[in-house]
Structure formats: structure tokens, C-alpha cells
């Protein structure tokens, strides 16, 4: 395996008092035989979480504290966006992932070139609030898209520094970070990692999440299929509505052209909305699509991201001409 210069755990945490101290020994224990930072990211605590970060006085240790509470994903964000290291771990700070599995899952990565390699949490101590929202995500992810994953919602992941300082992570987005990994072109894997009971504190996880979740999961399925071709969704759902109230209405003037009284049939109504709603819809389509174009010509982003680029050296010199 080679050698790896800095390593960068970064750790979201809100009223994790308690837990940051027993975290920090974990991962010295777990890290034996690495350079590496930990990367302790506040969500403005109202607990002592801060002041017992600060009383590790430990060099290994960065605290990163936000302004207010933004939320794990923007936290999240903030760590990765400090991160030095060549790999990027990222764990929760309830001391419910195990840090002794790092090694393992970072020597997978390296050794099999793996963008992302994700945990699959074997025997949650998770009650049903919890592992609700997250097997309705698991299987939404796998019935939507080509990722097939087992447990999208682990948190312990590690990952190059380039996968993972190029997802977006705002709202709840730090659920999917290996669906948004995924849809950039990263390698990913999974493997069975270890999952605890939590020591101190209570859980910021409940249903009414699940609706933030499902809602976040819809974007990134759009972003995924119709974010460079959006007329593909809004046309084709035009045309579908357009098409539906042409029948309708030509059918209607089948029955006028006989003598029939059409004027006070609901379907007339319906077969003019339809069509109203086809030419909007397919009319958002043409805006969206020159918004789209707009965002990536002015900002000169391209419609793909490159992995890797390998060079070969040639042990054949070609001639050189000299002119004199």
C-alpha cells in the first residue's frame, strides 16, 4: 500500500458532550501508524462540546466552529472544505461508527483505486425512527438510479480528496454523498463496518426528517437525468398533456360536426387545460434549458468531470532536428 502523507477526519457535531474526548482516543487507537488530522466541526453547540474539544489540547485536533446552527450537511461542508489530507474520512460524533475500521476500508480504497468506499452498518443499535427514513432512502436510491448501494445513510465513509471536496452539500445532502459521488463519475464500494449503541446525548434523527429526505432525494435524481437536457423532462410531459387534450378536443368536434351540444360538457374544459398546461410545460422546458446553458457557459463549467489522467513515457527518443 503506499504511503499516504495526511489523512483528514472530519466530524460534524452538535451537543456531543462526552463523546469527543472517548471519539479522539478511538481514533489515535484506530490510526496508529498515520499522519492525520481531526477536523471537529461545532454546529454552534449548546452544550460543552466546545470547551471539551478544546481541553484535549491535542495537535492532532482542529476545531472548526460555525456562527449558528446550519445544519450536519453545511458542517460537513465547512470540514471537507478545511481538509489537507489526500484521503477524507468522515464520521458522525455520536461514537456509533468505529474508527478501528478505517484502516481496512482506506487500504480497500487505495489498493483497488476506489473514489469512495462507504460503511454498511452491520446490527444497528438504531431504533425504528432512525433506520425508517433511511431503508425508504436506500430503496428509493437503488429503484432510481444505477447506484446499489446498502446503506446510503452510513456516515462513515472515506474518500480522495478531489470525490469529496466536489460534492455539494447543503440542506440534507449529506445523506447522499455517495449518490452525489456517484453522478460525478467517482468508483464506488461498499463494506461491513462495525455500528454502536450511543454512550451520552440523544438523537437529532426523526421522522420529520424523512420528508426532508425524500424531497432532496427528487432534486438529485433530477440534477442526475435532465440537469444538462431539462427540456427532455418538461417537453416530453407537454407533449404528453398536449397531446391528451388535442384527442379530446378533436373528438369533441367529431361529436359538434354530428349535432351534439358540447358546450356544457366538462370535457370540453378539460381537453383546453390540457392543452394550456402542455404549451406551459413545454414552455418552462425551453427556459429551463437556456438557463442550464447559461450556468455552464458563463461559469465555463464543463457537462463532465474528468477522474484520472495517466500519462505513459515512451522508452523510444524521437529524433530531434537540429536547423542551423
Request: with cysteine.
Amino acid at each position: 500500500m503506499q504511503s499516504i502523507r495526511l489523512l483528514s477526519v472530519v466530524i460534524p457535531v452538535y451537543n456531543e458532550e462526552g463523546n469527543t474526548s472517548l471519539l479522539t482516543e478511538a481514533i489515535e487507537n484506530g490510526l496508529k501508524g498515520y499522519r492525520y488530522e481531526i477536523i471537529y466541526v461545532d454546529d454552534f453547540s449548546s452544550d460543552n462540546t466546545r470547551e471539551e474539544i478544546k481541553s484535549l489540547n491535542n495537535p492532532n485536533v482542529v476545531l472548526v466552529e460555525l456562527k449558528r446552527n446550519y445544519g450536519q450537511s453545511s458542517a460537513l461542508a465547512a470540514g471537507i472544505d478545511y481538509a489537507r489530507g489526500e484521503y477524507i474520512i468522515t464520521m458522525d460524533g455520536d461514537m456509533q461508527n468505529d474508527p478501528a475500521d478505517i484502516p481496512r476500508m482506506l487500504e480497500l480504497a487505495i489498493d483497488e483505486d476506489w473514489d469512495l468506499v462507504t460503511g454498511i452498518r452491520q446490527k444497528r443499535k438504531d431504533n425504528f425512527i432512525r433506520t425508517l427514513p433511511s431503508k425508504i432512502a436506500n430503496y428509493i436510491i437503488r429503484k432510481a438510479t444505477n447506484l446499489h448501494i446498502t446503506d446510503a445513510g452510513c456516515a462513515l465513509k472515506v474518500m480522495t480528496s478531489e470525490t469529496a471536496k466536489a460534492i455539494p452539500l447543503y440542506g440534507e445532502l449529506h445523506r447522499f454523498i455517495a449518490l452525489n459521488a456517484h453522478i460525478d463519475g467517482a468508483r464506488i464500494t461498499e463494506i461491513p463496518v462495525k455500528h454502536h449503541a450511543r454512550k451520552f446525548g440523544v438523537s437529532k434523527y426523526g421522522l420529520g426528517r424523512t420528508f426532508k429526505v425524500m424531497n432532496d432525494l427528487l432534486l438529485i435524481i433530477f440534477q442526475r437525468k435532465y440537469l444538462q437536457k431539462p427540456l427532455y423532462l418538461f417537453g416530453n410531459m407537454g407533449m404528453l398533456f398536449f397531446g391528451v387534450g388535442l384527442l379530446i378536443n378533436v373528438y369533441l368536434i367529431i361529436l359538434k360536426l354530428m349535432g351534439n351540444d358540447i358546450g356544457t360538457r366538462p370535457l370540453l374544459l378539460l381537453g383546453v387545460l390540457l392543452i394550456l398546461v402542455g404549451i406551459q410545460f413545454f414552455t418552462i422546458g425551453i427556459v429551463t434549458d437556456l438557463l442550464m446553458r447559461t450556468y455552464y457557459e458563463s461559469q465555463n463549467k464543463t457537462p463532465y468531470n474528468i477522474r484520472k489522467i495517466t500519462t505513459f513515457e515512451t522508452k523510444k527518443k524521437e529524433p530531434v532536428l537540429h536547423v542551423s
